[in-house]
């Protein structure tokens, strides 16, 4: 029976493909595991595995058998990762690169040294934090599998405590990483959880202080202590500097969007809104007026606050084309005095395609161009029509003084249409009261539900409810009545100032 989940039918078809794919992924790990423990002396491959065969198959297995459960736990927690093929190839990315980093530094270096916590703090940023917590399990028992079995030289204390230690530093970076505000406050989390890395090492050593045999080996000094602690301190920090260089090439690669890329592009530093806030100042201050609504309207609907306050901040960058065209950039002179209606309206409703051209060409986020494209959906310009009706006594085609949409095709988008209208309705309106700022509202959203704007999103009437409550709310508070200040003249004599009413 096919389930409808994650707005998408799940088929037969999809079960192989994304099977045949982990399948596929699970043959490059072992692959890619047989290069890094054998090296260079592939001589050596058939004397080893005539010994060792037996452990290899074992540890084999069992790492197949940790990847069947992956499917599974996907399968049901979140299958829009086994959608696609490049989800899955980014979870395996993943398990490679720790694959590499675990045995080159575990196995060259030493088994502490590893940069323990970098699965979790990639899966944690580029995916979320439940996946974060179950590929951090995953990860440290296939390193202890290859650790265990297919390893020799790696003593079994050693291999329990870099479990325990994978495990805990992996847990800590991702209650940690919840905190994180920039990609520089990860450097913190490095070194925050060196303290715990170095506590459960300190015992584990310790514990072998205990033990007669490694005693009398005289691995147990105090010196070996720190040494192992030393080590790491270097796994904390590692997994830190490893994941700020890793971060931006799987962002880049696999055209993610984490809230560190989303809070850059929305900082008054990025370059398109840097160049909004000098050529056209009008339209940024109304964007970041219609950040805030989208902010609070998001909030109240349990869409995604951080994409609303971008899609807001980047829904007029069209605008820059033509900015002096636009009302809210214009000084005393009106440029459409020189020409016809039908130009006038061409313009205006350029903004929307010139901005989703303008974010494609910038390589910015899919659903940033998509919400500029939208913001309008199918609207007529009102201004220009009722202009070309005054000047004609033919017949006018609405269509010419309409944009072009799409229609809102998201939830978002629906938001972004709304907070848009809103924001310059009711400063249009002088709207001051709750009362007459919640009319001109109800009046925005009726008026694009009359001209069915929202048919082609999931937004519903529950939703534009608590949207319209939302945006009454805190337009109220931004355009509050302002208390009349008498008017109060100063002066200064010998004794003081002094203030008469005017
Ligand atoms: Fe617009
Ligand atoms: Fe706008």
């Given at each position: 029976m ?37 090296g ?10 005539s ?34 093929g490049?989800n ?15 045995c080159?530094i ?73 905190k ?46 720190l ?18 260089f890793i ?9 993610c ?38 902010e609070?309207?998001a ?10 306050r971008?899609?807001?901040l ?13 009302t809210?950039?214009?000084g ?160 200064r ?7 008469e009413s005017?």
């Amino acid at each position: 029976m096919a389930v409808k989940q994650f707005g998408e039918e799940w088929t037969k078809q999809h079960v192989l493909k994304s099977t045949l794919l982990f399948l596929l992924h699970f043959i490059i790990f072992i692959g890619l595991a047989f290069v890094l423990l054998f090296g260079g002396k592939f001589s050596q491959v058939s004397k080893t595995m005539s010994e060792q065969g037996a452990n290899y198959l074992y540890a084999t297995f069992c790492i197949l058998l940790l990847f069947v459960i992956a499917y599974f736990y996907f399968y049901f927690e979140n299958r829009d990762i086994l959608a696609s093929g490049k989800n899955i190839a980014l979870v395996f990315t993943i398990l490679d690169l720790h694959l590499i980093a675990s045995c080159l530094i575990g196995y060259k270096f030493d088994v502490y040294a590893r940069p323990v916590a970098l699965v979790a703090l990639l899966v944690f940023v580029l995916i979320g934090r439940r996946d974060a917590i179950f590929m951090n399990i995953l990860s440290a028992l296939v390193v202890f599998i290859i650790d265990t079995f297919a390893v020799n030289g790696v003593s079994a204390k050693e291999c329990y405590s870099t479990l325990v230690i994978s495990f805990s530093a992996g847990m800590i970076a991702i209650f940690f990483a919840n905190k994180a505000k920039s990609r520089l406050h990860i450097i913190g989390i490095g070194v925050a959880i060196v303290l715990p890395i170095d506590f459960i090492i300190f015992l584990l050593e310790i514990s072998k202080l205990l033990d007669a045999n490694e005693a009398a080996v005289g691995q147990s000094s105090f010196q070996f202590i720190l040494m192992q602690m030393g080590y790491g301190l270097f796994g904390g920090v590692m997994s830190a500097v490893l994941f700020l260089f890793i971060l931006p090439v799987f962002e880049s690669m696999f055209n993610c969007l984490t809230a560190f890329r989303l809070r850059e592009l929305t900082s008054s530093d990025a370059k398109i809104l840097k160049k909004l806030k000098a050529e056209a100042p009008g339209t940024y201050n109304h964007s970041m007026m219609v950040a805030q609504l989208a902010e609070s309207s998001a909030a109240a609907i349990g869409e995604n606050v951080d994409y609303a306050r971008a899609a807001a901040l980047y829904h007029d960058v069209g605008k820059l084309h033509y900015p002096e065209h636009f009302t809210e950039n214009q000084g005393e002179y009106n440029l459409h005095d020189e020409l016809t209606p039908e130009l006038s309206a061409d313009i205006i409703r350029s903004h929307a395609k010139d901005g989703y051209t303008l974010i494609r060409n910038h390589r910015l986020p899919e659903f940033l161009a998509n919400i500029a494209l939208e913001h309008h959906g199918t609207m007529p310009i009102r201004y220009f029509y009722a202009k070309a009706l005054k000047m004609t006594d033919g017949e006018l085609n609405i269509d010419d003084f309409s944009y072009m949409g799409p229609k809102p095709q998201s939830k978002l988008a629906a938001i972004i249409m709304i907070c848009d209208a809103a924001e310059a309705a009711v400063r249009a309106a002088n709207a001051r009261t709750p009362e007459q700022t919640e009319k001109a509202i109800r009046a925005v959203i009726e008026e694009r539900m009359d001209l069915e704007q929202f048919a082609e999103c999931d937004v519903t009437m529950a939703d534009l409810t608590k949207i319209r409550l939302a945006l009454v709310n805190t337009l109220t508070g931004v355009y509050h009545h302002r208390i009349q200040y008498p008017n109060i003249k100063y002066r200064r004599t010998e004794s003081g100032t002094k203030g008469e009413s005017e």
